[in-house]
């Protein structure tokens, strides 16, 4: 019987209601492991930190503990405080790096900030707080027996190389699109904006990673806004195309159909200021 190839990189298509597809890259096995690793070498830096500072300040304690039955002073309630409250700044740092990271940086961690990768929902929005916990709540799991072992096996064999925390929360590591051909079709930013007015160089320094946007990009954006005026597309659509863009551009995702539309005519109006 023929087994499935297995496919580290490929692309995740999502397709809405109206037939329109958003497509990412599928963030492979070692681009993962990379940023993991970095992830947890921040960790056991601050854990180490924490150890030391905890040393320090027992030994300086150390003199305030009797050393004889004899001794009328009592026992340093201090050490007793200090050990557990080491223990819950190390469980703090531990669950909550991971967890905070991600819901605040939008699916990124330092270590996938500087992979660019990022950890979207199934259908292509931003992780909030819940999936961002779920996903790091089975963590450990993921890292058994050791060095990640049983989440490397899980995601070798995941079309969408997806551990057990990404199977337990909806969520998917996708890659960031750098590799664009918007270049090859628009100057340079730099010389466009040498003879920009004022409101056109504000509007590209609020898009500083508009030039990841491609032309089809950029025409499906058009389209979807004309399709809107005319109220022959949802407002469900426009919100979830606003929030794909928003991931490339590094923007916070707008929230409403409101939001929605300023940001993507505001991506609009950046696009043409670098046209030729």
Partial sequence: MPTKPLILD???????P???S????????GNRFIGALIDTSIVVGLLLI?????????????ASIPTSPFDSEPASWLAGLVVALFFLIQFAIFWGYYTLFEYLWNGQTPGKRLLKIRVLRLDGNPIGFVEAFLRNLVRPVDFLPSGYGLGLVVMFFNEKTQRLGDL????VVVRMRTDLSLD???VPAVAKTQTADDADLSLLLEFPHIRRLSATDYELIRELLTRRQARAVSGVVIRRLAQAIAVQMEKPAPTDIVTSLHFLRAV????????P
Wanted: hydrophobic share 50%; aromatic share 8%; proline share 0%.
């Fill in 10 to 16: 490929q692309d995740y298509a999502i397709d809405t």
């Fill in 18 to 20: 109206e037939n329109v």
């Fill in 22 to 29: 958003f497509t990412y890259d599928i963030a492979g096995i």
């Fill in 50 to 62: 924490l150890d030391v500072l905890l040393l320090v300040i027992l030994t300086q304690d150390s």
């Fill in 168 to 171: 337990a929360a909806g969520t």
């Fill in 184 to 186: 090859s079709l628009v």
């Fill in 268 to 275: 609009v109006d950046a696009y043409r200021q670098l046209q």
